[in-house]
């Protein structure tokens, strides 16, 4: 009886020792160094306007809940077309229709390397086992008149390695054989077995990684902040679409719609739709160079001096090195000239420059004032093709006529040569 307690006791004891986990720790240990020998990764940046894709509308009933489906499908059940009174989006509201040139959006795509063909030290070289474990880029403006808004579409892109799968079997036995002598009515010997096989498989996906991204924007500055998980290396791409702000005031701005149809006929001034659009311009400064970003990275880099033959980082013994990284030319948004643009208006007044041209309707009265001198070369061409006898000119229907006036009146004919489009821009005082 005795022995027989030994023997389970044995069985039980060797099976507890099989299956270890395959990943118990981060590595095997790690030394920290306040900075690398020498710049571990490089950084490069790009910056692009954003594509303008509309986003297509959503069927009204799927913005609402359960509850909400429910009350709109029993308030639409009579309708004649009830599955199209479904599918249509709810009316948008009207925006205020603002042209705001003050607001700067642009795609900015920051991308990350290891630098190649690099050695620490003799005989220990950078390897796919080491990896970029927690990058922060910074993006910092260059100047305090402009600043940042806001952002949203925060993406990273890396490319996927199928590393297939690590496999790990193990296996425990134990058997004990007794051969006892048998009496009594039995003659001869015989074996009384008792015996355990415990088999293990373990299996690790190397393509499924995890990755934290996180951010913080200040009106000085934006930190995008990544953390790699186990095996993850954050050698790769960040997209992010950056608005950036600049102090301006309100200017109304003359749109005339479509002047000749597509086969160069003029088109009559009744068809002719003028709006007045309220537009925000950035001020003129004497100072305003470029809009700019300085870009830069803190980084901590997981560099393996032991244990990377494989690729299970439990067994590695690491160094890791915390880096500053910074791009050598700041990223430039938007340069002065395109700025001084982006600042100025056309006005539509006579050869000295004195007498303005105005847009009135019955209640109202404008400056003739375009985006662009193109817009205004456009209407002096219509003006200029159009017969005699239509002078004074009416354009639009009803409540939507407009008037040209120059000089207290309204123009003639003869007053179109004389015109021309100035440069206006507002000065922040």
Not at 210 to 236: C, K, N, Y
Request: positive net charge; glycine residues 8%; charged residues 25%.
């Amino acid at each position: 009886m005795k022995r027989s307690i030994v023997i389970l006791s044995l069985i039980f004891i060797l099976s507890g020792c099989v299956g270890n986990q395959l990943v118990t720790h981060r590595f095997k240990s790690v030394v920290w160094n306040t900075s690398p020998p020498k710049e571990l990764i490089s950084l490069h940046v790009i910056a692009f306007d954003p594509p303008s894709t509309a986003t297509p509308a959503e069927p009204a009933i799927l913005s609402l809940s359960d509850r909400g489906q429910a009350s709109y499908i029993d308030a639409v059940k009579n309708s004649s077309d009830l599955l199209q009174m479904i599918a249509k989006p709810f009316p948008k509201k009207k925006a205020n229709g603002l042209d705001d040139r003050t607001k700067i959006k642009k795609s900015i795509v920051l991308s990350v390397m290891k630098t190649d063909a690099l050695l620490f030290t003799d005989g220990d070289p950078i390897t796919e086992a080491d990896r970029i474990a927690k990058i922060e880029l910074r993006l910092t403006r260059g100047d305090t008149w402009y600043r940042l808004q806001s952002w949203d579409k925060l993406g990273t892109v890396y490319g996927v390695i199928d590393l297939g799968k690590v496999m790990r079997e193990s296996s425990g036995s134990f058997n004990a054989k007794l051969s006892p002598t048998l009496s009594g009515t039995i003659v001869g010997a015989g074996e009384i077995g008792a015996g355990k096989n415990t088999k293990i498989n373990e299996e690790l996906m190397l393509k499924a990684r995890h990755i934290d991204v996180s951010g913080t924007l200040t009106p000085a500055e934006g930190i995008i902040i990544q953390h790699g998980g186990i095996g993850r290396d954050l050698e790769g791409n960040v997209s992010v679409v950056l608005s950036v702000k600049i102090d301006g005031s309100n200017v109304n701005l003359v749109k005339m719609g479509q002047l000749f149809d597509d086969n160069g006929t003029l088109q009559k001034p009744e068809d002719i739709t003028p709006k007045i659009i309220k537009t925000r311009i950035p001020y003129r400064l004497d100072r305003a160079k470029d809009v700019k970003l300085d870009v830069s990275a803190d980084y901590i880099f997981r560099h393996v001096t032991k244990g990377k033959e494989s690729i299970i980082e439990g067994d590695d013994v690491v160094t890791l090195y915390k880096g500053t990284v910074t791009k050598q030319e700041s990223l430039v948004l938007l340069t002065e000239a395109e700025y001084i643009q982006l600042s100025e208006y056309y006005l539509i007044k006579d050869i000295n420059g004195k007498e303005p041209v105005h847009i009135s309707s019955v209640s109202k009265k404008y400056n003739l004032a375009f985006a662009s001198r193109d817009e205004w070369n456009e209407l002096k061409k219509w003006l200029s093709k159009i017969d005699k006898k239509q002078f004074p000119i009416s354009m639009g229907k009803g409540a939507n006529s407009w008037v040209l006036t120059y000089k207290g009146r309204q123009l003639e004919k003869e007053d179109v040569s004389n015109l021309g489009a100035y440069p206006e821009f507002r000065v922040k005082k």
